[in-house]
């Protein structure tokens, strides 16, 4: 037995049984094995970020990791940003990452990437790092790697394999792969939160991970009829039990200013799985915290902890009955008609979409008419696909979702910007003939970017400011791009036909685009924005 075949066993006796690739020399002994057996479902991605976010998307549908494998440490550089978003999401990815043979890496003192700094590199964005320096290591590594990643909600394991770990003898892995411990809430910790849910203020149990699936949302639930307190949801959920007979969770703001009007009653907040509410990014003469000072944050768990267990206790300590909180009701909008917007999009995606979708949502500026229209739609998952911010995911955790769950119809509502920087992976998912409805949201622009602009102009925007943030010259033909991945598609400008063309996609299985050009009215946001920006000079003059 060799290095490559111990590595395998371990992530197979582990229960891995998928692998998101773009493999290279260096690989190429782990492709042998994989080719050798039926235990793993191998997928090519034709970029690494496809593969980090295919994971991504993969776990979170999955309830555990698939495996990477990427070529040496500019490969797995390529795949660093989905990373970051699987991390901030807190979902388990395992990554093995070929190098040079540990004796050759000597001989390119100055190609970092081939040997040398790839560890440095990945743990900028792994909570588990380790490179193997014999073939014995290989199965020992390749079994812990696993057992990291599911700590808590899920963490980034990143195992560093040169070449000659992979084909020297080697012992085979261990059998069982035993899961590393996850620390529960002190019952110090669960007393004082039930103190501040009987103290009568107005307060706020703002979820996150696994705390967001159906089985945390009916405990959360619970927690809220008996004690009054609202349920609300992180910003950017990794994934959410949402639509007809889940229990009502309200979505904290992305936009700090409105954010802070959300938060602008409430006196606590107790964190369950997330992290306090901050603004994404700082702004000049802004607050970092979404909530006033004068809210007390208070933190139950975080996604270390087993947020589940928490939950539990906390109902058990404040006497929570069986009755829960308001649920979602069916909301059946009238069929869109007109010109076509983001919401008429929502309005059609709520009517047609199937019970037990997955919805997938990279529709940046978009989605909070998106969000709001389709909050009363059947019961699906609603993965939002960017939790660290970095964009270009949308398309790879459609990718992953739809191969975790083929009995699921797949509908990713994606960015025109952000789906150019992934847009590889309609390739994949036309390969693995994955059932997922692309809904491409085309207003020619990085139209997020016109909003933050509006923070720090002053007057109007010039032309060399706009062409920083414009795709207009030339306009991107994703019809062509999506035929030439193998994916059938249409484009469409009215709500009827947008209507029209989701309905028969709902209709089949199997992947497809369309291309919805949407008309776009972000000034609201941006009169908001000028408004409080006035304020605030005004105070400081």
């Not at 619970?222 to 007809?244: M, V």
């Not at 404040?318 to 069916?330: K, L, M, N």
């Not at 720090?456 to 795709?471: C, D, I, Y």
């Not at 949407?518 to 400081?540: F, G, H, M, N, S």
Request: proline letters at 6%; charged letters at 20%.
């Amino acid at each position: 037995m060799n290095g490559a075949q111990a590595l395998f066993n371990a992530l197979t006796n582990a229960g891995l049984d998928t692998c998101f690739a773009n493999p290279g020399t260096s690989e190429m002994q782990l492709v042998y094995e994989m080719g050798k057996s039926d235990a793993v479902r191998p997928v090519l991605c034709l970029q690494e970020n496809v593969v980090t976010g295919a994971a991504d998307g993969y776990a979170r549908m999955a309830n555990k990791p698939a495996f990477t494998l990427l070529h040496v440490g500019s490969g797995f550089a390529n795949g660093i940003a989905n990373l970051h978003n699987a991390g901030r999401g807190n979902v388990p990815i395992v990554n093995i990452v070929g190098a040079n043979a540990t004796y050759h890496q000597p001989n390119f003192p100055e190609h970092e990437f081939i040997g040398g700094k790839i560890t440095e590199v990945a743990g900028a964005v792994s909570h588990w790092t380790r490179e193997a320096r014999s073939a014995a290591e290989m199965g020992i590594l390749g079994a812990e790697a696993v057992s990291q990643a599911m700590i808590g909600s899920g963490r980034i394991s990143t195992l560093i394999a040169p070449t000659d770990c992979h084909w020297d003898p080697a012992p085979d892995a261990p059998q069982a792969v035993a899961p590393a411990p996850t620390s529960r809430v002190a019952g110090s910790t669960i007393a004082s939160a039930a103190a501040l849910l009987n103290n009568g203020r107005k307060t706020g149990i703002l979820l996150g991970t696994h705390a967001l699936r159906e089985e945390g949302l009916e405990i959360a639930g619970r927690i809220a009829a008996s004690t009054g307190a609202q349920l609300l949801a992180e910003t950017f959920p990794a994934r959410l039990a949402r639509g007809e007979g889940r229990v009502e969770v309200q979505l904290v703001p992305y936009f700090l200013e409105m954010a802070q009007f959300f938060f602008a009653e409430y006196e606590q907040i107790i964190v369950v799985g997330a992290l306090p509410p901050v603004s994404t990014f700082a702004y000049e003469g802004s607050p970092s915290h979404k909530a006033p000072p004068s809210c007390e944050i208070s933190s139950l768990a975080t996604p270390d902890f087993d947020v589940m267990a928490a939950l539990a206790d906390l109902a058990e300590a404040v006497g929570a009955s069986d009755e829960t909180s308001p649920r979602c009701q069916r909301v059946e909008p009238d069929q869109p008609q007109g010109v076509l917007t983001a919401a008429a999009v929502g309005q059609s995606v709520s009517l047609l979409m199937p019970e037990d979708a997955v919805l997938v949502d990279e529709s940046a500026t978009a989605g909070m008419d998106l969000f709001q229209q389709t909050v009363g739609a059947r019961r699906h998952e609603y993965l939002y696909a960017i939790p660290g911010a970095a964009i270009g995911n949308g398309l790879p955790v459609a990718l992953g979702a739809a191969v975790a769950s083929p009995e699921r119809k797949v509908v990713a509502l994606q960015a025109d910007g952000s789906g150019m920087y992934t847009n590889q992976a309609l390739w994949s998912i036309a390969r693995e003939e994955c059932d997922v409805t692309i809904v491409i949201i085309k207003n020619d622009a990085y139209a997020v970017l016109n909003v933050e602009l509006a923070r720090v102009r002053e007057g109007e925007p010039t032309e060399k400011m706009l062409s920083m943030l414009e795709l207009d010259r030339p306009t991107i033909d994703w019809v062509s791009i999506s035929k030439g991945m193998g994916i059938p598609a249409v484009s469409v400008n009215t709500a009827e036909e947008f209507h029209l063309e989701f309905e028969q996609a709902m209709a089949q299985k199997g992947p497809m685009l369309i291309e919805a050009n949407i008309a776009q009215d972000l000034q609201p946001v941006v009169d908001l924005i000028l408004q409080q920006k006035a304020a605030r000079a005004e105070q400081e003059s």
